[in-house]
């Protein structure tokens, strides 16, 4: 799998699984352009917010928020523990 897959994976995952990012989260794990990135997403399909800036501890950053996407959130419980198991299955 080449580089920008991983990190377009990455960038779903984290959209899919907290319903946001932020560019500081992309840069922390090396992408630098996360704006190419959501592009991409709002081209195959996924509703993403335009962005905005929030006050954090010592400066701003810039966050998006998923509003829907191509994915349906699926959980089980597993029989006899309280662990649940949670994936995504493309609708």
Not at 47 to 65: A, L, M, Q
Not at 66 to 85: A, E, H, M, N, Q
């Amino acid at each position: 799998m080449s580089k920008q897959a991983n990190q377009l994976n990455w960038v779903k995952n984290k959209l899919l699984y907290d319903g946001e990012i932020s560019r500081n989260e992309a840069l922390q794990n090396f992408i630098s352009r996360l704006s190419g990135y959501i592009l991409k997403l709002k081209k195959e399909g996924w509703e993403i917010s335009d962005g905005e800036y929030r006050k954090e501890h010592g400066g701003k950053n810039y966050y998006y928020t998923l509003i829907s996407s191509p994915f349906k959130k699926v959980s089980y419980k597993v029989v006899g523990t309280d662990k649940v198991i949670t994936r995504f299955e493309k609708v």
